[in-house]
């Protein structure tokens, strides 16, 4: 459009006076405004100038691009400045008429002209408003269709953020559902692996009792019985008290001991003729500082799901391994069963997710937190055939100087 066209490139300070011509304009301009434009040739006689923005900037238009005035485009125009080629000498300005009467020669009427146009643009005729109400129709439309899209964004973040309160209510009644339902299960369990073990107790006196003499293998078997029962009546409390306060009574575990014990333990209910199992555990595992009943509990789970899993598997194959790892060590318990499916593999541990057809879907999630509360993780490897599950805990720095 030639000198004193739009812009919104004002040097250094156009971003402020943009601001300021918006805050302080606001009344002004839009009275003025037709069809959302409004416009002035001279900016300072509407909001407050420095001599050097007077200089650089002289005239403005906003376009409101929003019906609650909240988004709006500014453009500025500098200074009009015009040349006109006079006739006459420089020096003489003004003269006197035979009447006495004081004249101003061209020169002096373009100088006054010029003083008067300092500080304003080229004014805004009927062309340059019906090209900025044509823009400010285009430009509002376009924000029209982007505040639409911003609007549908925080519309979907909104219902993501409440879905995922949603869950977390959820997940926060499982839990609490599960605290009850642990102490529920310890409180009825106690009291018959208590009347278990007075039972057997009692047997070796009811039969010297009617004076028959026990085999020195049937007297071990129920001292053993007796052992066995009070160490369930143990675990029962332990898990319980873990899964309604988090405690752990951690010592200096035997990692090795501990594993063996736990498959031990898995395979006495075992009927799985063509059943193997493979421990490859390192020759120096490191000892950790952990609780034994609740390590041995994470082992005895994973095992347990491990052989449910295959009962009807033509191989069946249990391979637990452990290995130091850097800082930690990793345990691995692999089975030849069906496998994960993918999508079910990230919610496994997760409560009430059965990862086998058989129990309520508590024992990995309880693996889970017993594993994240020695600062350890869980979690379930991809594979081919079979699952493959790993757990790692840290190795307590200082340990080897301290025990050896």
């Given at each position: 459009?030639?000198?004193?066209?739009?812009?919104?490139?004002?040097?250094?300070?156009?971003?402020?006076?943009?601001?300021?011509?918006?805050?302080?304009?606001?009344?002004?301009?839009?009275?003025?405004?037709?069809?959302?434009?409004?416009?002035?040739?001279?900016?300072?006689?509407?909001?407050?100038?420095?001599?050097?923005?007077?200089?650089?900037?002289?005239?403005?238009?906003?376009?409101?691009?929003?019906?609650?005035?909240?988004?709006?485009?500014?453009?500025?125009?500098?200074?009009?400045?015009?040349?006109?080629?006079?006739?006459?000498?420089?020096?003489?300005?003004?003269?006197?008429?035979?009447?006495?009467?004081?004249?101003?020669?061209?020169?002096?009427?373009?100088?006054?002209?010029?003083?008067?146009?300092?500080?304003?643009?080229?004014?805004?005729?009927?062309?340059?408003?019906?090209?900025?109400?044509?823009?400010?129709?285009?430009?509002?439309?376009?924000?029209?269709?982007?505040?639409?899209?911003?609007?549908?964004?925080?519309?979907?973040?909104?219902?993501?953020?409440?879905?995922?309160?949603?869950?977390?209510?959820?997940?926060?009644?499982?839990?609490?559902?599960?605290?009850?339902?642990?102490?529920?299960?310890?409180?009825?369990?106690?009291?018959?692996?208590?009347?278990?073990?007075?039972?057997?107790?009692?047997?070796?006196?009811?039969?010297?009792?009617?004076?028959?003499?026990?085999?020195?293998?049937?007297?071990?078997?129920?001292?053993?019985?007796?052992?066995?029962?009070?160490?369930?009546?143990?675990?029962?409390?332990?898990?319980?008290?873990?899964?309604?306060?988090?405690?752990?009574?951690?010592?200096?575990?035997?990692?090795?001991?501990?594993?063996?014990?736990?498959?031990?333990?898995?395979?006495?209910?075992?009927?799985?003729?063509?059943?193997?199992?493979?421990?490859?555990?390192?020759?120096?595992?490191?000892?950790?500082?952990?609780?034994?009943?609740?390590?041995?509990?994470?082992?005895?789970n994973l095992s347990r799901n491990s052989l449910a899993a295959m009962e009807k598997s033509q191989t069946q194959q249990l391979t637990i391994r452990a290995h130091p790892q850097g800082d930690v060590v990793r345990i691995t318990v692999v089975d030849t069963g069906p496998g994960i499916p993918d999508d079910a593999r990230r919610l496994i541990f997760e409560p009430f997710h059965a990862s086998t057809t058989k129990g309520m879907g508590i024992g990995l999630s309880l693996c889970r937190s017993i594993v994240e509360a020695h600062a350890g993780r869980i979690w379930a490897e991809p594979s081919d055939s079979g699952a493959i599950l790993m757990f790692e805990l840290p190795i307590q720095a200082g340990l080897d100087d301290e025990h050896?």
């Amino acid at each position: 459009m030639g000198e004193g066209k739009y812009s919104d490139q004002g040097g250094p300070h156009s971003g402020a006076l943009r601001a300021a011509l918006r805050a302080q304009t606001n009344d002004v301009l839009d009275a003025q405004s037709i069809e959302g434009v409004g416009t002035t040739d001279n900016l300072s006689s509407v909001i407050d100038m420095t001599p050097e923005q007077r200089k650089m900037i002289a005239g403005a238009a906003v376009l409101n691009l929003s019906d609650d005035g909240q988004d709006y485009m500014v453009l500025l125009r500098s200074t009009y400045r015009q040349t006109i080629r006079w006739a006459g000498k420089p020096e003489k300005i003004e003269t006197k008429d035979k009447d006495g009467i004081t004249r101003l020669s061209p020169r002096g009427s373009f100088a006054l002209w010029s003083e008067e146009r300092l500080g304003k643009s080229k004014p805004f005729d009927a062309i340059d408003r019906d090209t900025l109400r044509i823009l400010r129709r285009a430009l509002f439309a376009l924000n029209s269709v982007e505040r639409e899209r911003v609007a549908l964004e925080a519309q979907k973040k909104a219902e993501a953020e409440e879905l995922h309160l949603r869950h977390a209510l959820l997940d926060a009644a499982r839990a609490s559902s599960l605290c009850e339902l642990a102490s529920a299960i310890a409180h009825e369990l106690n009291q018959p692996l208590s009347a278990i073990s007075n039972y057997v107790s009692a047997c070796p006196q009811e039969f010297k009792n009617a004076g028959i003499d026990m085999p020195p293998r049937a007297v071990a078997l129920m001292d053993t019985a007796v052992t066995e029962t009070a160490r369930a009546g143990e675990l029962v409390r332990r898990v319980r008290d873990f899964i309604s306060r988090g405690d752990l009574k951690s010592e200096f575990i035997d990692l090795d001991k501990v594993i063996r014990q736990s498959v031990s333990l898995a395979l006495v209910p075992v009927d799985m003729p063509r059943l193997k199992v493979s421990l490859d555990l390192d020759a120096d595992l490191p000892l950790l500082l952990a609780d034994p009943v609740h390590v041995g509990q994470v082992l005895l789970n994973l095992s347990r799901n491990s052989l449910a899993a295959m009962e009807k598997s033509q191989t069946q194959q249990l391979t637990i391994r452990a290995h130091p790892q850097g800082d930690v060590v990793r345990i691995t318990v692999v089975d030849t069963g069906p496998g994960i499916p993918d999508d079910a593999r990230r919610l496994i541990f997760e409560p009430f997710h059965a990862s086998t057809t058989k129990g309520m879907g508590i024992g990995l999630s309880l693996c889970r937190s017993i594993v994240e509360a020695h600062a350890g993780r869980i979690w379930a490897e991809p594979s081919d055939s079979g699952a493959i599950l790993m757990f790692e805990l840290p190795i307590q720095a200082g340990l080897d100087d301290e025990h050896g």
